[in-house]
Structures are given as C-alpha cells and as structure tokens.
T-cell receptor, first 112, second 115 residues
C-alpha cells in the first residue's frame, strides 16, 4: 500500500521568504499526485495536481507553484511568501485512475 | 459542477449514543462519494466510499454511510459513538476533469463525543 512522506512537518517563515515543501510517495508507480491546503483547520482546497513527471495543473491562481521532477516526488514552492499562505498543506496520491486518495501527514506552515 | 455540503459545523453526541454526520451532494451523472476523517494535526484517513451497489456502505472503525439518491444525501453514521471518534469529518465527491480524478471536499464537520 502507498506511504506518503512530507517534510518538514512544521515550518515558520517570514513574509517574503521562499518556500519549498516536499512530498514523496512509496509503494506505487505513476500515481496521480495532489497538493491541498487546509486553512483554519477546516475546508480543503485543491491547489495542484499532477498526472506524470513534469505535468502540473493548477486549480486556483495564487502565489504558489508545483513541480514533479520524479515520478514519486511532488514539490510545492513559492518565491515570496504571503501571510495568506499560512495553513496546513497536504500531499495526496491516487494510483492511476484510482477512485480515492491517500493523504500524507501534512506540513503546517506559519508565515509571520 | 460537482460539490458537497456539510450543513453542520459541529455535532455533539454522548458516548454510546448513535451518531450522524450529514452530507448532501450535487453532481451531474452518477456520484462517487467518500468520507474521510482527520485527527488533530494529521492527514486525512479514508473511511468509506460509495461508487455503485448497495445504498448502505460499511467502512472503517464501525462507520457506515447511507446513499440516498432521492434526497441527494450521503450521511455518515455509527450505531454507538466512542470518545475516540472525536475528530473532523469530511465528505467528498469525485470530479472528473480532463479525464483525471479530483476530490472536492466539504467544509468539514467537527464531531465531539462526550463521556
């Protein structure tokens, strides 16, 4: 079964600083990968998804970007963080056309 | 467009009593529906799904959900609540976009089970 690793687990960054969050997946190949953001401990917003290396689709315009340099690696980045980027970032995967998602443990980002 | 709504921000129930967490959906075509649970500062855990077949779906930790097409609902239920069931619960619907699966989540319902 799939295992998803995310790091760091928590991060405190000043406004205007860069960001790099990493997600790696074990136990599957060629998964669909997703980045979600959860603000204020409630709803989940889909930010990006990827169906293969170098293939990224963005759901909402924002200050963030994503990259998939390897089959089981998904990176969330920003050049300059905003206060509104604070939240709990969750990486998820689904095996190919699988019907549901497996979630990683999440990264809590606080922008100060 | 596919969406789900969770009308309750919080549900309070006494331990041992039955619990229900409500979810209604809006989809075109046949819905693929899911329930996830989130414990504090953790990722989401899959509980159960409805794709087709029996309207009553059984999942993890003794939870079940009833798909009701006429009421466009997919309520989560458990016959006897435990304090350890206290968590944040999300209903979700699958959305196909460009041939790829995405899950669209509700706002979440916080379940508090009191001893």
């Amino acid at each position: 079964s799939q295992t998803i690793h995310q790091w760091p687990a928590t991060l405190v960054q000043p406004v205007g600083s860069p960001l790099s969050l990493e997600c790696t997946v074990e136990g599957t190949s060629n998964p669909n990968l997703y980045w979600y953001r959860q603000a204020a401990g409630r709803g989940l917003q889909l930010l990006f998804y990827s169906v293969g290396i170098g293939q990224i689709s963005s759901e909402v315009p924002q200050n963030l970007s994503a990259s998939r340099p390897q089959d089981r690696q998904f990176i969330l980045s920003s050049k300059k963080l905003l206060l509104s980027d604070s939240g709990f970032y969750l990486c998820a995967c689904s095996p190919g056309q699988g019907n549901y998602l497996y979630f990683g443990p999440g990264t809590r980002l606080t922008v100060t | 467009a596919q969406s789900v709504a969770q009308p309750e921000d919080q549900v309070n129930v006494a331990e041992g009593n039955p619990l229900t967490v409500k979810c209604t959906y809006s989809v075109s075509g046949n819905p693929y529906l899911f329930w996830y649970v989130q414990y504090p500062n953790r990722g989401l855990q899959f509980l159960l799904k409805y794709i087709t077949g029996d309207n009553l779906v059984k999942g993890s930790y003794g939870f079940e959900a009833e798909f009701n097409k006429s009421q466009t609902s997919f309520h989560l239920k458990k016959p006897s609540a435990l304090v350890s069931d206290s968590a944040l619960y999300f209903c979700a619907v699958r959305r196909l976009s460009g041939g790829y699966n995405k899950l669209i989540f509700g706002a979440g319902t916080r379940l508090a089970v009191h001893p």
